[in-house]
């Protein structure tokens, strides 16, 4: 998943967007990040070139309290550099960024560009049906609809440039919290642990198995069965998600909508991977690299001593993508799957 974070002169929030979520390291997603003041200097200079090398950042004249690099191009806001160590973030993830124009490049990589004000928007939407857009008449009919059909999310961030650093601070602390909603990966237990473990033993349940002791709610099973239907020829229910016990589901949202999904059922130390499905718009999107990457790593910081899962074998896809994550081959199963009937591979992760 590529998200493009865009501004005006791409020294303030969005280069600070693209720090706070690249900082934060989830798997499979990517951020980047352009201005627009950039690309306006940049397409009056270079408007008939067709080269996104052109720009040099020494054309843009930013504003003064920048911090500038060894060979004098200017980097960031230097207060945008201190909101990161204001959120504990290493400033090593915007340090050295030098502000670059929007560019036909950029907009075809990015799944998801998300702007700062609703001006951004419509200065993009302009940008995308213009011919003076660099490289725009270089693109087939269908890539030019991709590209003017790209999603925009406006997530309403004022401008701090000239305010004191307590602005800019809490100009971060925003945007972090609208990047949280934008992309997240919300682990959930269909069952509290406890209450389930309640109505079968007499054993005092371990805490430390019971996630949020809250269950699956209603619309959450709605949305993975959504997710079922559109994945799966035998999709669970959403009363099935609701009624699984010792299950942990790994929920990817995007804009606040669920758009994939992982099962991860828990016996002792063992993990089992039930399911993962994600929306057929957002596959090879790196949707499902992020979510068995969630599954694992909390696999192992449980001390879990394996994660494993069956996969068709007709499915060299998934096959690949777990392979990437070092699961080994340990078995097969007979005619495991049906609709249509197909043996299965085991394969699994040792911690």
């Given amino acids: ?21 690249n900082s934060a390291e989830i798997k499979g997603v990517v951020a ?26 020494n054309n843009y004249n930013s504003n003064s ?75 087939s009919k269908e890539e030019k609809e991709e590209i003017k059909n790209k999603k925009i999310i406006v997530l309403n961030i004022p401008d701090p440039f000239g305010q004191s650093q307590e602005v800019y601070n809490k100009t971060a602390l925003a945007l972090k919290e609208k990047i949280n909603e934008l992309i997240n990966i919300k682990k959930i237990s269909a069952k509290s642990v406890n209450s389930v473990k309640a109505k079968n033993s007499t054993e005092n349940p371990k805490n430390d198995c019971n996630l949020n002791g809250n269950g699956i709610t209603e619309k959450e099973a709605e949305e993975l069965e959504i997710i079922e239907k559109e994945c799966f020829k035998k999709p669970w229910s959403r009363q099935s998600f609701k009624d699984s016990v010792n299950t942990e589901f790994y929920i990817y949202y995007l804009n606040r909508s669920a758009i994939g999904y992982v099962g991860v059922l828990k016996v002792l130390n ?25 599954a694992i790593k909390n696999a192992e910081s449980e ?8 996969v068709r074998k007709s499915n060299t896809a998934a096959i690949n993508l777990y392979k990437k994550f070092n699961f080994k081959l340990s078995g097969e199963r007979k005619n495991f ?7 299965a591979y085991i394969f699994t992760l040792n911690f």
């Fill in 1 to 21: 998943m590529n998200i493009l974070f865009v501004c005006s002169g791409n020294t303030c929030r969005s280069p600070l967007a693209m720090a706070v979520l």
């Fill in 32 to 57: 980047d990040s352009a201005g627009l003041s950039v690309a306006y200097n940049y397409y009056e200079n270079y408007g008939n070139e067709n080269n996104d090398n052109n720009y040099n950042s």
């Fill in 65 to 139: 309290n920048s911090v500038n690099g060894s060979d004098n191009t200017i980097l960031v806001n230097e207060k945008s550099v201190n909101a990161l160590e204001y959120l504990n973030i290493n400033r090593k993830y915007i340090i050295h960024y030098k502000p670059k124009p929007l560019t036909v490049e950029l907009c075809k990589k990015a799944d998801i560009i998300a702007v700062m004000e609703n001006s951004h928007k419509l200065f993009i939407e302009s940008f995308f049906k213009s011919e003076n857009f660099n490289g725009l008449n270089t693109l």
């Fill in 270 to 294: 063992e993990r089992y991977i039930t399911n993962i499905g994600v929306l057929k718009k957002y596959r090879n999107k790196k949707v499902a690299v992020s979510l068995l990457d969630a």
């Fill in 303 to 310: 001390n879990a001593a394996f994660i494993s899962l069956e």
């Fill in 337 to 343: 799957y049906t609709s249509p009937l197909e043996d």
